[in-house]
């Protein structure tokens, strides 16, 4: 809408949204010396990064550098090609270049201000075998005192402070029966222990992330945030986005942006009817609830070309049961002596495989499910599973029959409606496999991927375990997600584009709320939340260039 009264109030630089891709906007931006607003739609800050692993995909990064661990520019970018290739203007080579060389800055302005990173060295790319593939290209916060940011963690998104870091889980998973599963639970302990003997609370992965720049955009550099802030429309003047009209608390208010705005306010993951349209199912998200895609409707109603509206971070879930969310499955599906089946008990993909994989094979399948990840005893007595840590929610689980059990295959076949004979046949081909120690079907464990999440203590193949013992353990999988990857167009500076490829003067995408870089895939451990900042900061620096 156009503009001639005065706004409420002024900036430089208006950014709505709160996560990974709005705090890097507005910390690029105070560095540069503009005047910041943050605005969160609900109330609590920080998005679905504050509930995630916090992990970042920053290949060629300083760490690296630093260590030594061989990587470099073109790698990176040959890597890129390989994994994503072309879907759109999202996903050009100028955006993947873009994307590669703002790793850097990114990472030396957060150190510049007081942030930590550590390197995830052992994990792997998700398609490591390609040309250009690597492991240990990941970076995260390292665990942060949340104390710092005193009453501003009571409106944090984060479900829960713990000093977890990413290498953490993939050990943790094996706490039971590796050693090196057993120091690291341990070394998990005392690191929580000695945050309090040291009058620490600290916060790891994605809760620690989120504090860590809070800390640093609105206690340092002075950025105001404002909670229950929604976007309603943009102010245009002149041809050029001038500013936000939103209500706070209820309020309707008017901001002005000289430099730009910022749209970094998530996707449309618990928008029904987006879904719908989009995808054709409700979804099943893991995300931060406020995730409705209004910023990318408005984005849209101004002009903007959205791609990639049809795809998502997509992996399989454990139903929610009556009361609780979703689980996005991770590790579990590496471990031995489980499977996942489809509704009628066959096997349909190499279950260790990079969830976004996995989740676009169970919409190819059969997008209406049901699924069921199947253990046998050791499943259940070796491994941690996230999923079935809950007493509570394991009962709620089998109330509702997301989790069944039998000490059969045979009976765990008629407690599933499937067919005994067929799935006795599925198990017994699996079970084969498992002791040669080659899935003949779909390659489960032949990626050093798949072997990050499995047990080296089982041979011949640290993902495969024959399921032989009872009882049996079936959990209900749905097509999850951890959003959604559609969104507005935009170019290397993060500039929302229009149809015809011109630029939107004044409006800037980030996050989910843009088309994705990564395309249809998912290249490494952060995929997410690494261009969210790498964006977000190119917008920011663009901005105070002044603008477009």
């Known amino acids: 809408m156009s503009e001639s009264k005065p706004f409420d109030h002024s900036y430089d630089v208006v950014v709505v949204g709160t996560g990974a891709a709005g705090l890097a906007t507005a910390m690029g931006a105070a560095d540069e010396g503009l005047r910041v607003l943050l605005l969160e739609s609900t109330a609590k800050w920080g998005g679905n990064t504050a509930m995630s ?7 060629n990064n300083p760490l690296m550098q630093r260590d030594r661990a061989g990587d470099s520019r073109g790698e990176a970018l040959t890597y890129l090609e390989a994994t994503v290739g072309e879907e759109g203007l999202a996903t050009t080579r100028a955006r993947k270049e873009a994307f590669v060389d703002g790793v850097a800055d990114f990472v030396n302005t957060a150190e510049k201000y007081g942030v930590t990173f550590v390197r995830a060295a052992d994990y792997p790319d998700y398609y490591p075998e390609l040309p250009g593939g690597k492991i240990g290209r990941g970076l995260e916060v390292k665990p942060f005192d949340i104390k710092k940011i005193g009453d501003w963690w009571k409106t944090c998104q984060a479900p829960v402070a713990l000093p977890i870091k990413t290498d953490d889980i993939w050990l943790l998973g094996r706490a039971w029966s590796t050693p090196s599963g057993f120091i690291r639970g341990a ?3 005392f690191r929580t222990l000695g945050g309090v003997v040291t009058g620490k609370k600290l916060a790891g992965i994605g809760s ?22 929604p976007l309603q429309e943009l102010i245009v003047e002149d041809g050029r986005v001038a500013g936000v009209r939103i209500t706070r608390d209820g309020k309707p208010l008017t901001i002005g942006a000289t430099r730009g705005v910022m749209l970094a306010g998530g996707g449309f993951d618990h928008n029904k009817d987006l879904r719908q349209k989009h995808h054709g199912i409700d979804g099943a998200p893991s995300g931060a609830a406020g995730n409705l895609g209004r910023p990318i409707e408005i984005a849209q109603d101004n002009g903007a070309a959205l791609e990639l509206m049809d795809d998502a971070w997509w992996g399989g879930s454990v139903a929610a049961a009556p009361g609780h969310g979703p689980a996005f499955i991770v590790g579990e599906r590496s471990l031995p002596y489980s499977v ?15 969830y976004v994989d996995l989740g676009h094979h169970m919409l190819e399948h059969a ?5 069921w990840l199947v253990g046998d005893a050791r499943h259940a007595r070796r491994y941690l599973r996230t999923f079935a840590i809950d007493p509570k929610n394991n009962k709620a689980m089998k109330e509702a029959g997301i989790m069944v059990k039998a000490d059969t295959i045979t009976g765990l076949a008629a407690k599933l409606d499937m067919d005994p004979a067929r799935l006795e046949a599925t198990i017994h081909r699996f079970n084969g496999f498992a002791r040669a120690g080659v899935d003949g079907d779909f390659g489960r464990g032949n990626s050093a991927y798949d072997r990050y999440y499995g047990d080296p203590t089982v041979h011949p193949n640290a993902c495969l375990g024959p399921l032989e013992k009872g009882p049996f353990t079936a959990f209900k999988v749905v097509i999850g997600d951890l959003g959604t990857k559609g969104g507005v167009v935009t170019d290397t500076e993060a500039r929302a584009l229009r149809e015809d490829g011109t630029v939107i003067p004044g409006l800037y995408s980030a996050g989910n709320n843009s088309a994705s870089v990564m395309g249809r895939t998912y290249p490494g451990p952060g995929s997410t939340i690494g261009p969210a900042v790498v964006f977000g900061l190119r917008g920011a620096r663009h901005m105070a260039r002044r603008g477009s």
């Open 53 to 59: 692993g916090g992990g970042m995909w920053m290949p």
């Open 187 to 189: 070394q998990l302990v």
């Open 208 to 229: 620690g992330f989120a504090a860590a720049f809070l800390d640093v955009v609105v206690q340092k550099q002075g950025a105001d945030l404002w909670l229950n802030a």
């Open 340 to 354: 996942i089946l489809d509704a009628k008990g066959h096997r349909f993909a190499n279950e260790s495989e990079s």
């Open 367 to 371: 997008k209406d499910g049901p699924y």
